[in-house]
C-alpha cells in the first residue's frame, strides 16, 4: 500500500491572527503541565508511591525530550524569525484543476487505468495568498514532507505522542488487576523473608533424661554457660542493638525496599490518563495554528504534505482592489466556466487508458481565467511595491512574486495604513452625504410651511 499526496489549502479551521496567538499561548500550556505530569510519574518510585516498569520509564523519557525540543524551537522563532524566508505571491481562480490516475493490476497484469481530472470550485472564491518557495521544484510528492520547515513537523509528533500514551494507558489499564496482585505478592513475599532473616534464635536448652543424670547435666549446664563462646552471655545486648546481630542484610535490602513499593498502585494509571487528555488538548491546538505541515512514514511508504495559503494585510488589499475594479466579470465568468465544465466533461479511451476530462475549449478558458488573474495580480502588485520600494520605481520593469519575509512585513505595513486611510475616508462621505440629505429636507419643510 503506497499513498502521498500534495496539496494547497487552509485545512478545516480558517483562524485569525488573534486567535492564532491565542491557539499558541494554549497549546504551550497544555504541553507544560504535560511535562510536570510526566516528570511526575518518573519521580514516583523514588518517593515509594508505585513501582514503574523500565519500558515505560523509556517511553516517557522520550516523550519529554520530543517535547522540549519542539518547545525550545518555538520559543527561537518567537523571539529570532527568519527574516529571509521566501514566499510566492499568486492568485486563484474560481475553480481549481485536479489531477488524479488510479491503476489497479492483478498478478503483475494491468486489469484497469483511469486518469481524471476534476475542477473543482473553490469555495473561497477568487482568492489572492502567499505560499512559501521551497528549494526544490522537482521533489515527488513521497519528498514532499522533508521540504517542510522543522515546524511543519509538530503536529504529526503532537499525534504521535498521543497515540503512543494512550496504548501505553489502556495497557496499564488492563493489566491493572494482575500488575496489583503481582506488587501484593511481592510485598508479601519480601515481607516475610526479611523477618525470618533479621530474627534470631537461641541455642536449645539440654534435654533431662532422668533423676540419676540430674547433677551430671546441670554440671554440664554450668559449663557451657561459662564459656565466652556462649551466645547467651550476651543476649540482651544483641536484643537492645539490633546492628550486632549476625544476619546478611544486604542479601536481603532489595526485597524489603520492594516491599515498601507500590503503596498507591492506582496513580499510575491516573496520571498516564491526565497526559493523555493535556495531550490531546495539545493535537487539537496544533492543528488550529498548523500552516504548512505534513508527514512521512517510510515504512508504509504513506506521505502527506501541506502548503499554507498565507493571507496578510497585504493580500487582503490587493484582493479589495481587484474586486472593486472587475469583481462582476470575474464572477460572470466563473459561473460560465462551471457550466461549460458540466456540458462538456466527457470520457474517453486512449490505449486502454480512460481519461475523464472536459474538452479543449473549456480547459484552455480556464487557462485564460487563471491567466488574466495574473495579469490583474501584477498590476495591482506593481503599483504597490514601487509606493512602498523606492528602488523598483524604473519604468518598463515589473516587480518579482517572490519576495522575503521582511518585504511582507513592509508592505504589510503599507496596507494596514491604506485600508485606514480609506476607512476614515469612507466615513467622511457618509457624514457628507447624510448632512446633504439633512439640509434638503429642511428646505422641503420650509417650503412646505
Not at 79 to 103: A, C, I, M, W, Y
Not at 210 to 229: K, P, Q, R, T
Not at 294 to 312: A, E
Given at each position: 500500500?503506497?499513498?502521498?499526496?500534495?496539496?494547497?489549502?487552509?485545512?478545516?479551521?480558517?483562524?485569525?491572527?488573534k486567535q492564532k496567538?491565542?491557539?499558541?499561548?494554549?497549546?504551550?500550556?497544555?504541553?507544560?503541565?504535560?511535562?510536570?505530569?510526566?516528570?511526575?510519574?518518573?519521580?514516583?518510585?523514588?518517593?515509594?508511591?508505585?513501582?514503574?516498569?523500565?519500558?515505560?520509564?523509556?517511553?516517557?523519557?522520550?516523550?519529554?525530550?520530543?517535547?522540549?525540543?519542539?518547545?525550545?524551537?518555538?520559543?527561537?522563532?518567537?523571539?529570532?524569525?527568519?527574516?529571509?524566508?521566501?514566499?510566492?505571491?499568486?492568485?486563484?481562480?474560481?475553480?481549481?484543476?485536479?489531477?488524479?490516475?488510479?491503476?489497479?493490476?492483478?498478478?503483475?497484469?494491468?486489469?484497469?487505468?483511469?486518469?481524471?481530472?476534476?475542477?473543482?470550485?473553490?469555495?473561497?472564491?477568487?482568492?489572492?495568498?502567499?505560499?512559501k518557495v521551497t528549494?526544490?521544484?522537482?521533489?515527488?510528492?513521497?519528498?514532499?514532507?522533508?521540504?517542510?520547515?522543522?515546524?511543519?513537523?509538530?503536529?504529526?509528533?503532537?499525534?504521535?505522542?498521543a497515540l503512543t500514551?494512550?496504548?501505553?494507558?489502556?495497557?496499564?489499564?488492563?493489566?491493572?488487576?494482575?500488575?496489583?496482585?503481582?506488587?501484593?505478592?511481592?510485598?508479601?513475599?519480601?515481607?516475610?523473608?526479611?523477618?525470618?532473616?533479621?530474627?534470631?534464635?537461641?541455642?536449645?536448652?539440654?534435654?533431662?533424661?532422668?533423676?540419676?543424670?540430674?547433677?551430671?547435666?546441670?554440671?554440664?549446664?554450668?559449663?557451657?554457660?561459662?564459656?565466652?563462646?556462649?551466645?547467651?552471655?550476651?543476649?540482651?545486648?544483641?536484643?537492645?542493638?539490633?546492628?550486632?546481630?549476625?544476619?546478611?542484610?544486604?542479601?536481603?535490602?532489595?526485597?524489603?525496599?520492594?516491599?515498601?513499593?507500590?503503596?498507591?498502585?492506582?496513580?499510575?494509571?491516573?496520571?498516564?490518563?491526565?497526559?493523555?487528555?493535556?495531550?490531546?488538548?495539545?493535537?487539537?491546538?496544533?492543528?488550529?495554528?498548523?500552516?504548512?505541515?505534513?508527514?512521512?512514514?517510510?515504512?508504509?511508504?504513506?506521505?502527506?504534505?501541506?502548503?499554507?495559503?498565507?493571507?496578510?494585510?497585504?493580500?487582503?488589499?490587493?484582493?479589495?482592489?481587484?474586486?472593486?475594479?472587475?469583481?462582476?466579470?470575474?464572477?460572470?465568468?466563473?459561473?460560465?466556466?462551471?457550466?461549460?465544465?458540466?456540458?462538456?466533461?466527457?470520457?474517453?479511451?486512449?490505449?486502454?487508458?480512460?481519461?475523464?476530462?472536459?474538452?479543449?475549449?473549456?480547459?484552455?478558458?480556464?487557462?485564460?481565467?487563471?491567466?488574466?488573474?495574473?495579469?490583474?495580480?501584477?498590476?495591482?502588485?506593481?503599483?504597490?511595491?514601487?509606493?512602498?520600494?523606492?528602488?523598483?520605481?524604473?519604468?518598463?520593469?515589473?516587480?518579482?512574486?517572490?519576495?522575503?519575509?521582511?518585504?511582507?512585513?513592509?508592505?504589510?505595513?503599507?496596507?494596514?495604513?491604506?485600508?485606514?486611510?480609506?476607512?476614515?475616508?469612507?466615513?467622511?462621505?457618509?457624514?457628507?452625504?447624510?448632512?446633504?440629505?439633512?439640509?434638503?429636507?429642511?428646505?422641503?419643510?420650509?417650503?412646505?410651511?
Amino acid at each position: 500500500m503506497a499513498y502521498a499526496k500534495t496539496s494547497i489549502g487552509r485545512g478545516c479551521c480558517k483562524v485569525s491572527k488573534k486567535q492564532k496567538k491565542i491557539s499558541k499561548l494554549a497549546s504551550f500550556c497544555f504541553v507544560l503541565t504535560e511535562i510536570l505530569v510526566l516528570a511526575a510519574i518518573l519521580i514516583l518510585p523514588a518517593t515509594d508511591v508505585v513501582e514503574i516498569e523500565k519500558w515505560l520509564q523509556m517511553i516517557i523519557i522520550i516523550i519529554l525530550s520530543i517535547h522540549v525540543l519542539m518547545q525550545l524551537w518555538e520559543l527561537k522563532v518567537f523571539v529570532k524569525p527568519d527574516s529571509g524566508e521566501k514566499f510566492s505571491l499568486t492568485v486563484q481562480g474560481s475553480h481549481e484543476r485536479n489531477k488524479s490516475r488510479h491503476r489497479r493490476t492483478m498478478y503483475g497484469v494491468t486489469v484497469s487505468d483511469e486518469v481524471r481530472v476534476d475542477y473543482d470550485r473553490n469555495c473561497e472564491g477568487i482568492l489572492v495568498y502567499f505560499r512559501k518557495v521551497t528549494s526544490s521544484s522537482n521533489t515527488g510528492p513521497y519528498c514532499q514532507p522533508f521540504l517542510l520547515p522543522f515546524r511543519g513537523w509538530f503536529t504529526f509528533f503532537h499525534v504521535l505522542i498521543a497515540l503512543t500514551l494512550m496504548i501505553c494507558t489502556i495497557s496499564i489499564y488492563i493489566n491493572y488487576d494482575d500488575y496489583k496482585r503481582l506488587q501484593d505478592y511481592k510485598q508479601e513475599l519480601a515481607a516475610k523473608s526479611y523477618s525470618e532473616a533479621t530474627q534470631t534464635v537461641p541455642p536449645e536448652k539440654p534435654e533431662l533424661d532422668g533423676e540419676d543424670n540430674l547433677y551430671a547435666v546441670y554440671g554440664e549446664l554450668l559449663d557451657a554457660f561459662s564459656n565466652d563462646d556462649n551466645p547467651w552471655n550476651n543476649f540482651g545486648e544483641d536484643i537492645s542493638d539490633a546492628s550486632s546481630l549476625d544476619v546478611d542484610r544486604e542479601a536481603f535490602e532489595p526485597l524489603s525496599e520492594l516491599g515498601t513499593h507500590c503503596t498507591h498502585p492506582l496513580v499510575l494509571p491516573i496520571l498516564l490518563f491526565v497526559s493523555l487528555i493535556l495531550q490531546t488538548t495539545a493535537v487539537v491546538s496544533s492543528y488550529y495554528q498548523a500552516e504548512d505541515c505534513g508527514f512521512c512514514i517510510p515504512l508504509f511508504c504513506i506521505g502527506y504534505t501541506r502548503w499554507f495559503k498565507h493571507t496578510t494585510a497585504y493580500t487582503d488589499m490587493i484582493q479589495q482592489n481587484i474586486q472593486a475594479k472587475h469583481g462582476q466579470r470575474l464572477q460572470q465568468e466563473g459561473e460560465q466556466l462551471e457550466l461549460a465544465i458540466r456540458r462538456n466533461t466527457q470520457k474517453t479511451q486512449v490505449n486502454d487508458v480512460t481519461y475523464h476530462d472536459v474538452g479543449p475549449q473549456t480547459a484552455k478558458r480556464y487557462e485564460d481565467q487563471i491567466v488574466l488573474l495574473h495579469i490583474l495580480l501584477a498590476q495591482e502588485h506593481d503599483q504597490a511595491c514601487k509606493e512602498v520600494f523606492p528602488e523598483h520605481s524604473i519604468q518598463n520593469k515589473g516587480v518579482s512574486f517572490i519576495l522575503t519575509a521582511e518585504e511582507i512585513e513592509a508592505l504589510n505595513i503599507h496596507a494596514e495604513q491604506a485600508m485606514e486611510t480609506a476607512a476614515v475616508k469612507t466615513d467622511d462621505t457618509v457624514t457628507a452625504i447624510d448632512t446633504t440629505e439633512l439640509v434638503a429636507n429642511s428646505t422641503l419643510s420650509t417650503v412646505t410651511v
